[in-house]
């Protein structure tokens, strides 16, 4: 089931101005850093994600797999705070 509050942080993020960049954390553990604002999109209804890969591929997923989002920390650590889940 897709969680409002992961859909509702994907908007307020996305859309934030300025951008800053944020993750995805998946159910597996997994991340994906989000860096610019056309690198991520979804459709709530259908559970569905797509995300620019490092290697500029599309990464597509079922959005109930994103378990929070997270803003990136403007260091150089890239280690993320701000949680929205």
Do not use: C
């Not at 709530?44 to 620019?52: E, V």
């Not at 990464?59 to 803003?71: A, F, G, Q, R």
Request: hydrophobic share 45%; proline share 5%.
């Amino acid at each position: 089931m897709v969680s409002q509050a992961v859909v509702d942080a994907l908007r307020r993020f996305r859309s934030a101005q300025p951008f800053q960049p944020f993750e995805l954390v998946l159910r597996d553990g997994g991340r994906a850093q989000i860096i610019w604002p056309e690198a991520v999109g979804w459709h709530a209804a259908h559970d569905q994600l797509s995300y620019a890969a490092p290697d500029d591929s599309f990464i597509h997923m079922t959005l109930s797999n994103v378990t929070e989002v997270l803003l990136l920390d403007n260091q150089a650590d890239g280690k993320a705070n701000d949680t929205a889940r």
